[in-house]
């Protein structure tokens, strides 16, 4: 028994449209707060939305096999395009009981994303709450 070809095609376009909605489901938008374990350098973050201003705080953060500072940096996240790096921060506060304070101005608008650039001594890095606030108001 054969499919009619409208059926076919139906069943073409709702794959086809099915497909492109996870292909552009949207990044997560403004500030947001999570954790980070066993991270190596190289290791990046989710993305978010951005329009001018990020502020970046670790609080609670511990290397494994390595020294206490990491240095991260802020890209931007160009699809089908090498991520321009915006700017690096080294971050040593948040070791003990202190929280590390990154903050990035003048963005350009888009999604964005931090990295790890390097942990201390090419240890693993572990931190208890990572934030990401983008307004600056506050």
């Known amino acids: 028994m054969s499919v ?28 947001w707060s999570s954790y980070i374990a066993s991270w190596g350098q190289g290791e990046e973050s989710r993305r978010w939305a951005d329009e001018s201003y990020s502020q970046l705080q670790f609080t609670g953060c511990t290397v494994e096999h390595g020294s206490n500072n990491v240095t991260v940096a802020y890209y931007r996240d160009v699809p089908l395009s090498t991520d321009p ?21 003048g963005l350009a608008s888009g999604d964005w994303y931090f990295r790890a650039e390097s ?11 990572v934030s990401v606030d983008t307004t600056q108001a506050d």
């Open 4 to 31: 009619p070809n409208s059926i076919r095609r139906a069943a073409v376009v709702l794959t086809a449209t099915s497909a492109l909605g996870l292909i552009v489901a949207p990044n997560a938008h403004a500030n």
């Open 85 to 105: 790096k915006e700017d690096s921060k080294t971050f040593t506060a948040c070791f003990g009981s202190g929280t590390s304070n990154g903050e990035w101005t």
């Open 119 to 129: 942990i201390g001594g090419g240890g693993l890095l572990n931190v208890t709450t």
